[in-house]
């Protein structure tokens, strides 16, 4: 098969494309697994965009995609070397939902190529490359945004009004749990896993610091090798603290002190549990607990934020924001909520929307929710919480010098 592009399907599949309106964006998505296929459906949703092309290392995503994609008339081309879709002039905007160590490398070239970046999170693997982007945002006019999508929950942005305007009084702290059982026995695919169909795992380590000869424990587990991804902290950590962020104002931290549990799983160097604590400029404190090899006992209590304030206490979960306030005595009245909301289908409820909110920022309607600017910080947090771990010290931010220390 040829490395370059494809463009497949039947002709009648293609013919029955719609015309295409006014405001139309085409956009190319790299990388479709599981994320990458819920961006698409959502994408799908969308009247005015139509997905130009699809690039994926390993070709049974990538047909399926495709194939997705063409039954409702894109015409969609196929490319293995994500460079190829990069510089494919047809295309308005790049969608990125690889694993997080390309994450840099491809939004970098596609904001030099002139495209509109949407990348998920964690927004890069390292704190230098998350400064490059900081100062590439700012070069380049183009939009980025990246899928802290939480900023465009409606229970995320009803709560932030609610905190920032003062229902609950100043914030003091926050505190978190999340978990997941990815890495239990059972949950984990290890050893002797066949891919039915090829895999190109040469250009899948494009942008790894270096190639490895071919993998497939790495393909799928990369979250919990530190050279492709942050393990459980980054994994777990970065969308809660950047719900945390948007909830409360905070952005980069002070201090960022953490301890954790390497991961019982021979090969895996990142951690399967982690405790941090976070500090912030003028004193507010976060803490985080996340554990990657958890049992679930709930399925809407597998994370779960409060917010201390002055003169209240908020909850969030992914589906639902409750807040007490303070009686006029003084006392807590916990036992009925000031204020509530739940949405059950919130996650892809907030997916949705945040894909519409790209768009309507690459056609200049509005302002993108999640820039680099606003969402860094929450990346920032996970990595240097595995610095801390890693050196067993505090991780600080110098925010003159734009850098991380470690003392």
């Known amino acids: 098969m040829n490395r370059r592009a494809f463009l497949a399907g039947s002709v009648g599949a293609l013919a029955a494309a719609p015309p295409p309106p ?47 994609t063409r039954a409702r008339g894109h015409k969609t081309r196929y490319y293995r070397i994500y460079q190829d879709l990069v510089e494919d002039r047809d295309l308005d905007a790049v969608i990125v939902a690889t694993p997080d160590f390309s994450h840099h490398t491809i939004t970098m070239e596609a904001l030099k190529a002139g495209k509109h970046v949407y990348v998920e999170q964690p927004l890069c693997l390292s704190w230098q490359q998350g400064v490059e982007l900081l100062n590439a945002e700012r070069e380049f006019s183009r939009v980025v945004q990246v899928g802290s999508q939480r900023r465009s929950s409606p229970i995320y942005i009803e709560a932030a009004r609610r905190i920032s305007a003062g229902a609950l009084g100043r914030v003091q702290m926050g505190r978190s749990y999340c978990v997941s059982n990815s890495l239990r026995p059972g949950v984990l695919k290890r050893g002797g896993v066949k891919l039915p169909e090829p895999l190109n795992f040469f250009d899948w380590q494009a942008g790894a610091a270096e190639r490895v000869p071919f993998s497939v424990d790495r393909f799928l587990n990369w979250r919990y090798y530190s050279e492709y991804g942050g393990g459980a902290v980054a994994d777990l950590g970065c969308r809660v603290i950047d719900g945390i962020h948007m909830l409360t104002g905070a952005n980069f931290p002070a201090t ?54 002055e003169a209240g206490r908020a909850e969030i979960t992914p ?27 919130a996650s892809d409820v907030a997916t949705r929307a945040h894909i519409a909110n790209f768009l309507n920022a690459v056609r200049g309607k509005e302002s993108a929710h999640a820039p680099v600017s606003a969402a860094f910080g929450g990346t920032l ?27």
């Open 256 to 309: 960022v002190k953490a301890s954790g549990i390497p991961a019982s799983a021979e090969g895996f160097d990142t951690v399967e549990r982690a405790a941090i604590t976070v500090e912030y400029p003028g004193g507010q404190l976060v803490t985080l607990s996340l554990n990657a090899g958890a049992t679930i006992y709930r399925e809407d209590r597998w994370e779960l934020t409060s917010i201390d304030c």
């Open 381 to 407: 947090v996970c990595q240097m919480a595995n610095l801390s771990i890693r050196t067993g010290r505090t991780a600080h931010w110098n925010s003159t010098d734009q850098r991380v220390e470690i003392s």
């Open 22 to 68: 006014s405001d139309q964006i085409v956009v190319g998505v790299v990388g479709a697994g599981f994320r990458g296929m819920q961006l698409i459906h959502a994408c799908l949703d969308q009247p005015s965009i139509r997905i130009g092309a699809v690039c994926e290392t390993y070709e049974p995503r990538m047909f399926g995609a495709g194939a997705i």
């Open 319 to 345: 589906r639902e924001y409750t807040d007490w306030k303070m009686s006029t005595s003084g006392k807590a009245g916990l036992t009925v909520p000031s204020w509530q909301r739940r949405i059950a289908n």
